[in-house]
Structure formats: structure tokens, C-alpha cells
């Protein structure tokens, strides 16, 4: 009876016909005879059999009028939402895969080769700019600034000594000149009064003798002078040298206390807790984890369509999305693929969670000028063996239409063949409905089904 409600009234004679006809059979070959009787042969059925077969053909012939009768009501009409396909002009897209790299990274290295010990960290920790994350062992270095502070002392005092050799010897010089002055007015005098012959040669020889030994005496004094000031000069210098190299061995002795120079999360430390490091070596690494970039391989080809977007569009493989904004493409070539690095930026920011180093992330990258093409709404598309379908709103009956999709864009999917700008596709209440199906949506004239009296 539920199979006739469904069938047409030609279909429902037949069925019902067979019906009986298979119920007469299968009642004259079971029916058993009365107490007492054998059945003949050839007798087709028993007095059992037939008032089993007239129950029967009165149950068919009550299911039969119930189903007659559904058959007279309007089917009942299935709800939906629909939606229209539009025209949009926008580029076509192809799906590349990138990954996510790290815009702001910095490793911490050993600044001289000795024992290390890591501090109290541990491997994901978050740390800030200045913290202290290994401690390196500056015995040496410390050994070295004693020394260097004894050469400072030793020489300071050199410094002091010729400073007061310089004062005793300017006043030497003082002497020395108003000698060599005296001497000279001497020499000037004896000539005038040999002059005169008032006194002999010889004495004016002996005053002019005395006046350039005054004068040699005076040289003496400047040269030894101009040498203590060079020495001083000299001294000076290493003074400085030696301040310049006990300031660089403070800031060795401080730096053997490794620390973070911005903030950041490890996602590298040395492997042991108390070792020893050389000069170089890497003993933890920081990512920033709010400052990401994408890089994608991009086929040449595609690069001149790419330079005429400012946004595009990309998803995580947990379906996350993204928007970016091509910041750079780097001038180098990978010959067997044809393609070029683009780094992309994060136009708006993401959650922690999605942001990881080599993450992969799913980019759509234009392949062609901005152009018209028809979009159908994400709803309205059904995944089925083969491709996709969707059901269109034909007359108030859903008509199952085969569909080639492209690129997904963000009010839709492009449709590549299958479907016409104005088609009204079913975007809800589409996943019970067959192909011919009633369908009521508002501006239908689908009316619900009609009751029916059993």
C-alpha cells in the first residue's frame, strides 16, 4: 500500500492486480484441507484456502482505497532556501601551496670558548629582551683584567714621574736661558773693550767661549724636554689602550651572561644542561610568534597577474583563513621549475595557534586579468562521485543540474560550465532532494500537502 501511494494510477492497477493474483497462488497451494479430508487431485484449493484468500483480497482492497486516495492529495512540498548565480568580475585563481616562515628570528651564540650552564629554562618558554638564558665561565677573561688593571697602574705612574721630571726641567731651562743671556752680554762686552784695547784678545776669546757653552747648555735642556713631553705623549696613549681594552674585557665578562636581545619563544637550547660551548656556537634560537610571512614558488607566468592584485586570499589546512599582501619578490630563479620566491605579509593577524614555522598554507594566486565570470554560492554546491551538482528551482520542482567548478573566491565558487547567469540554485534544504521533487520557497506557489481521511 506505502509502494502505491507513490505510483501513478496506471502503475497501481498493475501492482494491485499482481497482487491478488500472487496471493491466490500462494493460498491454494498452502491452504490445508479440513479434519478428516484428503485433498484430490487436481482440486485447486480447500474451503481454508478460500476463506484465507477472501481475507486476503479484502485487506488489498481497504490498502488499495488508501492509497487511491493519496494518490488524489498534491505531494507534500520540501522547504528550501534559494539564491540566485551572479556575474562578478574578478580574476581567475589557481591554488599553490606555500608555508608560513618566521618574519623575526635570532639565535643566542657562545662569546668565548669555555664551560656553559643553561639557566632556568626550558624549551618553548617565552622570554623577553634582556633575560638572562645560559651563564658561561669567565675565569680567564677575569685574570686577564687584573693584568690589564696592573699594566693601567704601572702606567699612570710612568705619567706622574716624567710629569714632574718636565716641571723640574722647564725650570732648569728658565736657568739655563738667563745664563746663556748673561754670558752672551759678556762675550758683547769683552769684544767692545778688546775694541778699545782696553783688554787683551784672549779674555774676549774666554767670554765667547763661556757664551756658547751657556747657549749649547740651553739646546741640551730644550731637547731633553721635548723628549720627556713625547714620553708623556707616549704614555698617555697606553694609558688609553689599556682603558679601551679593560672596558671591552667588562663587557666580555658581562656578555659570558647570555641573554635575549628581543622578545621571542625558544624553539631551540643547547643539549645540555652544564657543558662547554665554543666561541660561535648557537645555544638557543627565538621566533617572534606575532611576526610571520608566507612564501609561496611562483610560476614566472603568473608573477605579471600577480603584480596587479594588493590582496589575496589563502587557508591553513585547518580551513583557517588568511588575507596577504604580496611584499617582495626575490630575484632569483629555480631553473628546473621556472619559478621565483614571493614573500607575502599578514594583512590582518592571526591566531597563535595557526602561526608556525613551515606551516603550510593553501595561497590562491590569480592566473588571469580580472574578467567576468559566474559564481555560485558555497551552500548551493553538493560533492558527489565524479564532481559536483547542485538543484536548481525550475517551476517549482528541484532539478538536478551537473556542475565543473573552479577556483573558491569569497562569495562562491567560480563555475567553469553547468550553470547561467540569473539560475536560481537551492543553497538550503538541498541534501534530501531528488531530482523532480516538490520544492517550496518564498515566492513559490507550492502549497503543503493535503490530509487525507483514512
Known sequence: A?????????QLGYF???YVVTAAKLFGRFAIPPMGRTSKPGRR???????????ALCCICLSGTAALAQTNGKPKAAKVAVSAVTTEIIADFAELQGRLVAGATESVTAVVSAEIEILDLRLGDMVS????????NHDDLSLDLVLLQAQLAETKLKNIDINAEIESDFQLLDLAEQQAALRARKAARAEELVANNALPAEAAETALSNSLAARQNLLVQ???????????ALNKVQEDRLRAQIKQLDADIASTTLRARSDGQLVFMFDDKRGFAREGDVIARLINPSVFEVEVEVPVLQLAYLQETTKIQARTLDDYPLTLAPRVVLPVQNTRTATRIVRFDLVTPADASVLAENAVVNVQLPVTSPSPVLVVPKDAVIPVAGGHIVYLADNDRAKRQSIRLGAAVASGFIVRSGLQDGDIVVTRGNEQLSDGKLIDYPGSDAQPEKKVDS
Open 129 to 136: 629582551s634582556g633575560q638572562g638564558i645560559a651563564q658561561q
Open 45 to 55: 484449493f480447500s474451503v481454508s484456502g478460500a476463506v484465507g484468500l477472501c481475507f
Open 222 to 232: 730644550k731637547t731633553g724636554l721635548a723628549r720627556k713631553k713625547a714620553q708623556l
Open 2 to 10: 506505502n509502494f502505491c501511494c507513490h505510483a501513478t494510477d496506471r
Open 16 to 18: 494491485f492486480w499482481e
